[in-house]
């Protein structure tokens, strides 16, 4: 797809000189941003908060998030 972005002049500059360096295009280097900016946010995922008191939803502990934590799960 083709976009239009208003970037600033010396991010530009600065892209394009790492973009040299490391034998790609300007393009690719902000496809990888972009995928690597949003795999990080799905990774932080989201905490089992109760939004009426602020705590925890009933029925968890604080044990069930370090199973879950330890289990591999983005509890963070």
Known sequence: MKTTLNLPDPVVREAKRRALAEATTLT???VQGL???L???KAIGILPLS???GGLRPGLTWDHLEVAENAGEAYR
């Open 28 to 30: 690719e280097l902000i």
């Open 35 to 37: 995928k690597s900016r």
């Open 39 to 41: 795999e990080k946010d």
């Open 51 to 53: 939004v009426a008191g």
